[in-house]
């Protein structure tokens, strides 16, 4: 079946510093979303992309769909206090979203 | 912010009872799903309906139970509560079609003793 992998598992960042999280999947995707979940709170989406070498920013927040629509990346510049939490990807295929592990954030101030 | 509640938020009960947590959203949503999530780890889907009538198991196996008999209403239940099934329950719909994102509820936070 179809397989999200997310690395890292966790990522511990100081103040001001840029970091990537990166989603990789066993099969193509129809498209891949972005959530995050702060500490104690439930995933809330950010972002979808959906074509192939796609690029979205969101302020700090660039996210990247690869070319054979098979990995993403979500890369924070200037990280802050505020993007302290799991950031999930989920891959789309044949209609059915699977979430990746997730990436935990926590951040030195 | 998407409407989907759950309740209860939080439930602390004894090993053998019977619970149902209930999930609505206001959405017309056709597609509903109860993940299990422990804390600060990943998401389990363990039930999902594509719409009245319909529900289908998810990708980790789970002693509860759904059903579906209105739209906008998915509950989950458990009939004789273990301490292995303490774990946070979330709740998400979404639309049918492709390219669609789910929203979650709040999550109900269980505890068995």
């Known amino acids: 079946g179809q397989q999200v992998m997310q690395i890292p598992q966790y990522q511990h960042v100081q103040e001001g510093e840029d970091f990537t999280t990166y989603c990789n999947s066993s099969?193509?995707?129809?498209?891949i979303q972005w959530y995050k979940q702060r500490p104690g709170g439930h995933p809330v989406f950010l972002i979808q992309?959906?074509?192939?070498?796609e690029v979205k920013k969101q302020k700090r927040l660039t996210f990247q769909f690869g070319e054979a629509k098979k990995n993403s990346s979500l890369h924070i510049t200037a990280t802050q206090t505020t993007d302290v939490g799991t950031y999930f990807c989920a891959g789309e295929a044949d209609y059915k979203l699977s979430f990746g592990a997730g990436t935990t954030v926590t951040v030195r101030a | 912010e998407a409407d989907i509640y759950q309740t209860p938020r939080y439930l602390v009960i004894g090993t053998g009872k019977k619970i149902t947590l209930e999930c609505s959203q206001t959405m017309g949503h056709d597609k509903m799903y109860w993940y299990q999530q422990d804390p600060g780890m990943e998401l389990h889907l363990i039930h999902y309906?594509?719409?009245?009538?319909?529900?289908e198991k998810g990708d980790l196996s789970s002693e509860s139970t759904v059903s579906r008999i209105r739209t906008e209403h998915f509950p989950l239940t458990l009939e004789s509560a273990r301490p292995s099934h303490t774990s946070q329950y979330l709740c998400a719909s979404s639309t049918p079609y492709s390219n669609q994102p789910q929203h979650f509820g709040d999550g109900t936070r269980l505890s068995i003793l």
């Open positions: 099969t193509t995707l129809s498209n």
């Open positions: 309906s594509y719409g009245v009538n319909s529900t």
């Open positions: 992309l959906v074509k192939s070498g």
